[in-house]
């Protein structure tokens, strides 16, 4: 019976403010939910408001998405052939499910990560590249770049997803390059 009320009382009110009500509730409903309003654009003198649309507060870019769920995965033990959190990762199966999660498909192995997109120069390295590693002969491994000389990954058996500089005595030996997806091309 309350929601009957509440409706009721939503509809009598836009009775009484005229024939355009709700239409214009409508509007508002919908420019807000995609980050628009009306409001006076900085810079522009006027006193009328203008139809304004920003990114909704909080909408992460790719770089950031990456970031945050990688970085949500720290702890995660090591599997070999693990590809979620809660049975563990590998390298390749760890970057497999952080890119997933923001709509992108890389390959399973590390060997096939390491030729997707373009080569990137260790110097120009941004959030979310691959960074990839030769281990020995026949062993590659992958990780995503986080900023400040960082990278995300799922070294080995016994350890867990975490956070390592790029500069590291062990891993700055076993540097091979980085590869950046067309979709952080931006």
Not at 14 to 34: E, I
């Amino acid at each position: 019976m309350h929601g009957v009320k509440k409706y009721f009382g939503l509809r009598a009110t836009m009775a009484a403010l005229g024939k355009y009500a709700g239409v214009a509730l409508l509007l508002a409903l919908v420019l807000g939910s995609t980050g628009c309003s009306f409001r006076k654009s900085a810079g522009v003198q006027t006193d009328e408001p203008r139809l304004v649309c920003e990114p909704e507060y909080g909408q992460q870019d790719l770089h950031t998405q990456l970031l945050t769920t990688a970085r949500k995965s720290i702890g995660t033990r090591y599997k070999s052939g693990g590809m979620n959190p809660s049975t563990g990762f590998d390298c390749s199966g760890y970057m497999m499910w952080v890119y997933s999660r923001s709509g992108i498909k890389l390959p399973r192995t590390s060997k096939e990560q390491m030729l997707v997109g373009r080569a990137v120069n260790k110097k120009d390295l941004r959030v979310g590249d691959i960074v990839c590693f030769r281990i020995s002969r026949r062993t590659t491994h992958t990780g995503m770049y986080t900023g400040n000389g960082m990278f995300i990954h799922s070294p080995s058996a016994g350890k867990k997803v975490s956070e390592t500089p790029l500069n590291d005595a062990y891993w700055v030996k076993k540097y091979l390059g980085a590869r950046r997806i067309k979709q952080l091309e931006q």
